[in-house]
T-cell receptor, first 114, second 110 residues
Framework: NAGVMQNPRHLVRRRGQEARLRCSPM?????VYWYRQLPEEGLKFMVY????????ESGMPKERFSAEFPKEGPSILRIQQVVRGDSAAYFC????????????FGSGTRLTVV | TQLLEQSPQFLSIQEGENLTVYCNSS?????LQWYRQEPGEGPVLLVT?????EVKKLKRLTFQFGDARKDSSLHITAAQPGDTGLYLC??????????FGTGTRLKVLA
């Protein structure tokens, strides 16, 4: 887990504010995946990115959510105009290029919308 | 829609007991993983299985992939309090996208 860095660990936002979640992948990993975990549920795929490219965003809500992975810097998951239902743990995972035989996850960002 | 069902959902046992948890689906997968997640942390990969019938051992943990690659089991021998956590299975049909089960929450009492 130590290799994938997510921040902040905890984030509290009021309804209508923006939330920005950051993820730095493990050294040598160029693929990033974002998953969301609702209380008492499993993880749900949101988006898969490579440097400067969104490969698959099929699991991400069409409105208010966006993700990027710039050439330099961490991957960012952005949630605009947050609502109470966005409260969840958001996990980032990374992998090297090629076949994925399991993820290395970060410790997650726990978003609470009040 | 592919689903992974895990059972039991909750399990509370005494230290030293054995246990088995299951991960079932009606879909065929090319690869299946087991993760353990502790409170406040991300899931940690325990094992990946790819061949039908494959058995892998990790100390006191034994993982098996079903012959038809639709299900898997995790057996823990002589459970210890340190085994406490949420056990998640995850599977893919050959892409980067994994679906996760809802997990088995294990508590081992000293």
């Amino acid at each position: 887990n130590a290799g994938v860095m997510q921040n902040p660990r905890h984030l509290v936002r009021r309804r209508g504010q923006e939330a920005r979640l950051r993820c730095s992948p493990m050294k040598g990993h160029s693929h990033v995946y974002w998953y969301r975990q609702l209380p008492e549920e499993g993880l749900k795929f949101m988006v898969y990115l490579q440097k400067e490219n969104i490969i698959d965003e099929s699991g991400m809500p069409k409105e208010r959510f966006s993700a990027e992975f710039p050439k330099e810097g961490p991957s960012i998951l952005r949630i605009q105009q947050v609502v109470r239902g966005d409260s969840a743990a958001y996990f980032c995972a990374s992998s090297p290029p090629g076949r994925v035989d399991g993820y290395t996850f970060g410790s997650g960002t726990r978003l609470t919308v009040v | 829609t592919q689903l992974l069902e895990q059972s039991p959902q909750f399990l509370s046992i005494q230290e030293g007991e054995n246990l088995t948890v299951y991960c079932n689906s009606s879909s065929v997968f090319s690869s299946l993983q087991w993760y353990r997640q502790e409170p406040g942390e991300g899931p940690v990969l325990l094992v990946t299985v790819v061949t039908g019938g494959e058995v892998k051992k990790l100390k006191r943990l034994t993982f098996q992939f079903g012959d038809a690659r639709k299900d898997s089991s995790l057996h823990i021998t002589a459970a210890q309090p340190g085994d406490t956590g949420l056990y998640l299975c995850a599977a893919t049909s050959g892409t980067y996208k994994y679906i996760f089960g809802t997990g088995t929450r294990l508590k081992v009492l000293a």
